[in-house]
């Protein structure tokens, strides 16, 4: 038996690994992710390494291979809990041992560290001016130069770029004097702290609103935990506006004081001016930010920073679970049911099962807040797996906005061919005149530019693929799938209605309809095209924010987590596009919207109203979010995924298998399904139920030249499928470069 070791944690050189041989007595007492010392080099160094990864062959001349000296105590320092938690999620996710570690190294410094040297006296100003007297006679003028104007400034020396760039003097000429004894250089190491426009301008202050007796409740709760030592996982379901950030501030005050670190996760879009802000208030200095546009350098210096303990407070998205603090107080995922908290590469992990783990292991709180609780969280906090705290009324004075449902159909009888219902229209006018701010909203998480009569509400659909299909300029109708396409319909399939046409209202016709319409009106629009620069996304909020415009348009990004106190009325011009997709989750994630852009409305002192409108008004998303009720909709929800055997009530896996050509790669699909059956059948005889759907073709069959194929299973018993996926790992071959297997828990 043979290992294969890394000696240094980088992830570069994680392919780097060295051969050696587990020696008789400790066969079978270690595996990947143990630390080992082990004979290094010519002299046999004894240094330490991490195992990756068990084999049976040798790689090289048996008789060179050496042997594992000993193995070193587990999980002491801050890098064996990493590496163990890398173990864990290529266990538990599917993935290489590679990939899983390269999730939790950060990528080393690629630039070199910023050193900032400075050039000071090393004797007394009047040696000094003796020097360059002496130096004049000799006509060393770079020396006169140089002493001269240290003379000036003796107290605080010269930088040392300013000395090389615009005193124009040379290294050698800096060294002499050095030698000489008249002048010494002292370098220091610069960690590049973020210093986005959020920071600037917010003067630390400690200042804080006094919580209302609901947040108490939770803090006291939380708090009287933290202090009696014990740690647990909480979920904070409280509406927009309710008051969940104070309660984490207070929170985070606590475990600072314990001398512990915490780690804020946001969603990388609500990652903003507003909420950096808010944070570096309270805490100053101590807080740093990662995000996703931070250079490698940058990050590194975080993750640096993070590891010496110069910094306590972590706010980042999901990467930034992986934060090295050696002494982990509390993990907090602000909006947990935000699709981006699960990673779309391998391994395809989820973030909030990684903070459990890394909070279960090293003794550390989570706390989860939603306004819309993910089925998977709000099911563990009923089964008492999770506790669970309610935030039902919004903090200060804000109220809940009134809540209209237009049923489009009704205003194409009323004559109103608009793409604003009368409700809307009358609301707009209203705000207007007030000098209140209105946000519009377009959902475009389903399929965008699709075709539907306005009459019925009937779509129309790709006899192939069941999704929608899609408006093309040239009059076409295509399928994005599968590419089936046909020439556009004259009137609706389903009732003859002639009003039937592609919704594929972007933003920017809704901003020339709402001119058209309102000409006094100033609008701003925010969708892709206009924040393709970082800068423009905050300078359009900004600009939104000091009442330059009356109206925001824009897609799903607008939603999230802004705070605007003037907003007053919000449109969601069409509820219905993110119903259409086959996705299970289909009808949460418009929940999720609906609510969420609802919540954008009276967040200060002026009540708000919020026009949803639709073509379902009788959805129980569409319903349930416009009642403000959550439990509603959770009912309804819960009981569809137990009918339907989906998560969170059962557990899926998706098994993808990739490959360049099509024929080889249907063999090993039909024998991927083989090696799935053999072991189904075993679980199924030791009582578990494990179904199987597949392979089949996945929907866009070829993507980027290669050919897929999926596999789902559906079991009650994570577990099993992670047996399952053990089985097909040890069944296919690493190395062969035609065909490859990937997994998926639980997808998105
Ligand atoms: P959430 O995170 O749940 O959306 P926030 O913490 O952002 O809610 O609070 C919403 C607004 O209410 C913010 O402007 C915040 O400053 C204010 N707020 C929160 N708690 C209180 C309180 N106890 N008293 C007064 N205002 C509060
Ligand atoms: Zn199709
Ligand atoms: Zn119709």
């Known amino acids: 038996m043979y290992a294969d070791i890394i000696i240094d944690i980088s992830v570069e050189n994680l392919d780097r690994t060295y051969q050696y041989r587990i020696p008789e007595h400790m066969l079978g007492s270690v ?9 290094f080099g010519k002299g046999d160094r004894k240094i330490k390494g991490y195992i990756v990864g068990l084999s049976d062959t040798p790689k090289i001349e048996e008789e060179k291979i050496k042997d594992i000296d000993s193995v070193c105590p587990k999980n002491i320092s801050i890098d064996d809990k990493m590496i163990s938690l890398a173990f864990w999620m290529k266990d538990h996710f599917g993935s290489t041992a590679n990939d899983a570690l390269k999730c939790v190294i950060p990528v080393k410094r690629v630039v070199k560290n ?58 050698a000429t800096i060294n002499a004097l050095v030698r000489d004894g008249l002048i010494k250089v002292e370098s220091s190491v610069v960690y590049r702290n973020y210093s986005g426009a959020a920071i600037e301008g917010a003067k630390a202050d400690t200042a ?20 009696a030592g014990k740690n647990d996982k909480y979920l904070i379901h409280g509406i927009t506006g309710s008051g969940k950030t104070e309660v984490y501030l207070e929170i985070i005050d606590e475990v600072i004081k314990q001398g512990k670190s915490v780690i804020m996760l946001i969603p990388e879009i609500a990652l903003t001016y ?30 640096l920073r993070a590891k010496n303990g110069d910094t306590k407070i972590v706010i980042g998205p999901r990467s930034a679970v992986f934060t090295p603090f050696d002494n982990l107080g509390l993990i907090i995922i602000d909006e947990e049911h935000e699709g981006s908290y699960k990673s779309e590469l391998s391994p395809r992990y989820n973030t909030r099962d990684v903070a459990f783990r890394r909070a279960e292991t090293e003794g550390a709180s989570v706390i989860l807040g939603s306004a819309t609780p993910s089925l998977e969280s709000y099911s563990a906090a009923c089964a008492g797996r999770i506790k669970l705290f309610e935030l039902d009324k919004r903090a200060g004075e804000a109220e809940l906005p009134t809540v209209y449902v237009t049923d489009l159909r009704e205003e194409l009888k009323a004559k109103n061919r608009s793409i604003f219902s009368r409700k809307l229209k009358e609301l707009i006018g209203d705000r207007l005149e007030k000098h209140e701010q209105t946000m519009l909203f377009i959902n475009r998480r389903g399929h965008s530019g699709f075709v539907n009569c306005r009459s019925c509400g009937h779509v129309i659909k790709c006899p192939h693929c069941d999704v929608s ?92 987590g802004h705070d605007f106190h003037k907003v007053t009325l919000v449109g969601i011009l069409l509820a219905d ?32 109203d919020v026009v949803i409108q639709t073509y379902n008004p009788e959805h129980y998303a569409v319903t349930a979010a416009a009642a ?23 557990n899926m896996l998706k098994v ?34 494990i179904k199987i759907f597949g392979p089949s073709q996945e929907k866009v069959f070829k993507l980027n030249d290669i050919y897929r194929y999926a596999i789902y299973l559906k079991s009650d018993d994570y577990g099993g499928l992670v047996d399952i996926k053990n089985a097909l790992s040890e069944g296919t071959d690493p190395q062969n470069k035609e065909v490859s297997i990937q997994f998926d828990f639980n997808p998105l």
């Open 469 to 560: 299909l899609t408006y093309h300029n040239n009059g076409k109708l295509i399928c994005h799938y599968c590419g089936f396409e046909k020439d556009m319909v004259k009137c609706c399939p389903e009732c003859g209605s002639p009003y039937i046409m592609a919704f594929g209202t972007g933003t920017q016709k809704v901003e020339e309809l709402l001119k058209a319409e309102f000409p006094s009106a100033r609008v701003l629009r925010m969708d892709h095209d206009t924040t393709k620069q970082k800068e423009s996304y905050d300078e359009i909020l900004s600009k939104f924010s000091d009442h330059e415009a009356d109206i925001l348009v824009g897609t799903q990004m607008i939603v999230k």
């Open 628 to 650: 403000h009720d959550y439990k509603r909709f959770y009912a309804e929800e819960i009981e569809f995924r137990r009918l339907m055997n989906y998560p969170p009530s059962w």
């Open 577 to 608: 596009m993110s119903l259409y997709s086959e996705d299970f989750r289909s009808a949460e994630k418009t929940y999720e919207l609906l609510s969420q852009a609802a919540g954008r409305a009276g967040r200060g002192s002026a009540k708000g």
């Open 656 to 689: 993808s298998i990739l490959g360049k050509e099509e024929e080889p790669l249907a063999k090993e699909a039909g024998r991927i399904y083989g090696l799935i059956k053999a072991n189904t059948d075993k679980k199924e005889q030791a009582g578990k139920s």
């Open 208 to 227: 804080k609103v006094e919580l209302n007796d609901d947040q108490k409740k939770i803090t006291g709760s939380i708090i009287g935990d933290l202090r």
């Open 274 to 303: 507003q909420t950096v802000k808010r944070f570096y208030k309270r805490f100053g200095d101590s807080i740093s930010v990662l995000n996703s546009r931070m250079s490698a350098g940058e990050r590194y210096d975080q993750y």
């Open 114 to 171: 910023k050193v900032d040297k400075t050039i000071l006296a090393a004797v007394t100003k009047e040696e000094l001016a003796e020097a360059a007297a002496k130096a004049e006679k000799r006509h060393y003028t770079a020396k006169v130069r140089l002493l001269n104007e240290l003379i000036l400034e003796y107290d605080s020396g010269l930088k040392h770029s300013l000395v090389t760039d615009k005193l124009n003097i040379l290294p």
């Open 31 to 39: 595996s990947a992710g143990d630390r080992v010392i082990i004979p």
